[in-house]
């Protein structure tokens, strides 16, 4: 049995970075992007991402916070409330948190396992199975009540690799499998995650765009100069490859240990303790793979205002090789990138954002190697902007 997540990178890729190593060259793209300063500013340009958002699936909940059926948990949504409960059949819902009747919240607690969902306002109930309304106090002083139309109402759910899915659009053309396409279908499944437990999870609310805070987690060239004395050190950080997997992408960085190898000819591999990788699921996640344990984020606009987001942090570790040892080498990890990012990242985006809303004119320059970041901006400005 494999003692930790060390996965094989595509063999293509490990060429590649090898090459790029020896040569001292990276992947690059034809030309600079500008990304006008205003857009992580602008109210009009959060509405209009925010509502983009509510269009396109996202990442809610991971299989093991609903391990059985009953299980289920609140999430606040882009400004909607809802129930992700595990049905009976082993299938997943997901529910407008909302009294049919007049609008209370039919479920209070963050987690928990009921059969029943029941508004505290007038005590309508309704079927965990379904969301079918299932008891009206007092039925006999309303009039008719049409109990089909009086189901909570329902979004698409969909469960994938263990990941959870909110389709707010309710697209019923649309599937997880043609969303993540075989290409992120296949960088997903050797994680496991299906198998996998959270083991930490963490959440912060900040004055900074959401989109700056992606741009830290996912860019490889600033831990050279940011994070010298910690990752900076363990990491190549002009040399990279990067995947377009349509909407989503995935950059590949080596390790200071695959350049000495790939120098003196050692005998290579392509597993992460040579390789990096951060795999983003636009619009707004990211999952970074690392020998015994998942990291991933989800970064959401806040609704009020395009100055502030939520950060949620998760570390993953498959069941079958969670011990105490892996256990504590976990929150050791998670020790690194919280002094990384509460000290070095937000700070600097802190000011990123008050430079951007003193002065708002003109672009930020994502240059010709820094793909990763400029894909998320490039598939934002398709979506939003028609650009090509």
Request: proline share 4%; glycine share 8%; with cysteine.
């Amino acid at each position: 049995m494999n003692s930790n997540l060390d996965i094989e990178v595509d063999a293509d890729v490990v060429s590649q970075l090898i090459e790029h190593l020896r040569r001292d060259t990276t992947d690059l793209a034809a030309d600079d992007l500008f990304v006008p300063v205003s857009h992580f500013v602008d109210a009009q340009r959060a509405r209009a991402e925010i509502a983009l958002m509510k269009r396109l699936p996202l990442l809610v909940a991971h299989c093991s916070e609903l391990p059985s059926p009953g299980d289920f948990v609140t999430r606040e949504i882009l400004g909607l409330p809802l129930i992700i409960s595990r049905q009976s059949d082993g299938g997943v819902r997901a529910y407008l948190n909302m009294c049919r009747h007049r609008g209370g919240r039919v479920e209070q607690d963050a987690a928990g396992n009921k059969r029943v969902f029941m508004c505290r306002y007038h005590g309508w109930s309704y079927e965990r199975d379904g969301g079918g309304l299932r008891h009206v106090p007092y039925e006999t002083s309303f009039g008719s009540i049409e109990r089909e139309q009086s189901r909570l109402i329902a979004f698409r759910c969909e469960e994938r690799h263990g990941l959870v899915y909110v389709d707010l659009a309710n697209d019923a053309t649309r599937t997880l499998a043609d969303w993540f396409g075989p290409q992120v279908d296949a960088q997903i499944a050797p994680w496991r995650l299906q198998d996998s437990r959270i083991v930490i999870d963490k959440s912060f609310t900040m004055d900074i765009n959401w989109k700056l805070v992606m741009d830290g987690a996912i860019d490889i060239i600033h831990p050279r100069f940011l994070h010298q004395n910690g990752v900076g050190k363990l990491i190549e950080t002009n040399v990279g490859v990067f995947r377009e997997y349509g909407r989503h992408g995935k950059h590949f960085g080596a390790r200071t240990k695959l350049r000495t190898m790939a120098k003196d000819g050692s005998a290579l591999d392509g597993g992460s303790r040579y390789i990096g990788s951060n795999l983003v699921l636009y619009p707004n996640s990211m999952m970074i793979g690392a020998p015994e344990h998942v990291e991933f984020w989800t970064v959401w606009p806040a609704l009020d205002r395009a100055t502030r987001c939520t950060v949620q942090i998760r570390f993953l570790v498959r069941s079958d090789i969670l011990d105490e040892q892996i256990e504590k080498r976990v929150h050791k990890s998670w020790e690194i990138l919280e002094q990384a990012a509460t000290q070095e990242d937000w700070p600097m985006e802190r000011w990123i954002q008050q430079n951007a809303q003193a002065w708002p004119q003109g672009s930020f320059r994502y240059g010709r190697s820094e793909l990763a970041c400029a894909h998320l901006h490039r598939q934002l400005a398709r979506d939003l902007d028609g650009a090509a």
